[in-house]
Structures are given as structure tokens and as C-alpha cells.
């Protein structure tokens, strides 16, 4: 699905598709190259990997205009895996759609009904190091006390 979409997004580059929600947003169809975020090719892998709880593949449908917003450009991009629509703005990733049916028949919620942060995927991960950490550190301090008490046991 990912290779048919990015084959009609070429062909329909910079075409304006009105959104039904925001009143006057409109997806610009675009492809990552054309984003302001094109001189860091890395980026587009970063919103894959460090937002979401899982690491999914994401493909840049377009930007959205006409909507008021502090941020230079929002770009939308569709989920490989679970074909939901996300929207990025400089410091958030949102859910903003389920689905390309949804993005096209509603148009999008923006801020999105679910909000990541960068590194939110890696939360549990540190709270799993933490606790694996202290569980090392107290089997050491364990086995040391061990060592310690056996070595100073007297032989019958």
C-alpha cells in the first residue's frame, strides 16, 4: 500500500485537497523531499521510532494549510502498519485521523485525539533499566555479603 500511495503521490504533487475539518485546512500532497525537514533525511526514520510505543514506518502524504497554527509546517504522513494518519508540528506527533477514508470523509482532529512525544517510545524501556539496575546492584550486595559471611565461617 505504501509504494501504490507514494506512486500517486508524485503524480498529484502540490495538488490541494480540501479538508472537511479545520474549516479551511487543506492537505497539500507532498512527498518528505518537499517538507521543510528535507535536508535531514533522518528525521522521517526519528518520527517512526521515538514517538510511538511500537517502531512503524511512516510515509509523508502531504502538509496541511489554511489552519492557524505556531509552527512553520505540519506535516501529515500515513502509518504503514496500522494505516493511521499522523500529523507532526515541530514538537508533537498526532493522531489526527484512522484512516485515509477518515482524513478524506472528516477531514482531521488537530491537536490530535492522542499526542507523542519524542522519546516517549523509550518511557517503559528506562523504568525496565531502572528496576533491572537495582535488582543487579541488590543481587551484588547479596552475594558480597555471602562471600564475606562464608569466608569468615570456622571450620569444624
Known amino acids: 500500500l505504501m509504494g501504490i500511495y507514494k506512486r500517486k503521490q508524485y503524480k498529484n504533487k502540490n495538488k490541494l485537497l480540501p479538508l472537511n475539518k479545520p ?33 512503524v514506518t511512516m510515509q509523508v502524504i502531504g502538509v496541511v494549510e489554511g489552519i492557524l497554527s505556531r509552527f512553520e509546517e505540519i506535516v501529515l504522513m500515513i502509518c504503514g502498519e496500522n494505516q493511521h494518519v499522523y500529523a507532526y508540528d515541530e ?4 493522531l489526527v485521523a484512522s484512516s485515509m477514508k477518515e482524513l478524506c470523509d472528516v477531514g482531521i482532529e488537530y491537536p490530535g485525539t492522542t499526542t507523542y512525544y519524542k522519546g516517549q517510545a523509550f518511557k517503559d ?16 550486595i547479596q552475594l558480597h555479603h555471602f562471600l564475606y559471611n562464608y569466608k569468615h565461617v570456622p571450620e569444624v
Open 125 to 140: 524501556m528506562v523504568t525496565i533499566w531502572v528496576v533491572s539496575r537495582t535488582l543487579i546492584r541488590r543481587g551484588r
Open 91 to 94: 514538537e508533537e506527533l498526532h
Open 23 to 55: 474549516a479551511g485546512a487543506q492537505l497539500k500532497m507532498a512527498a518528505f523531499e518537499d517538507t521543510t525537514y528535507r535536508d535531514d533525511p533522518d528525521e522521517l526514520n526519528r518520527w517512526g521510532k521515538f514517538y510511538l510505543p511500537k517502531s
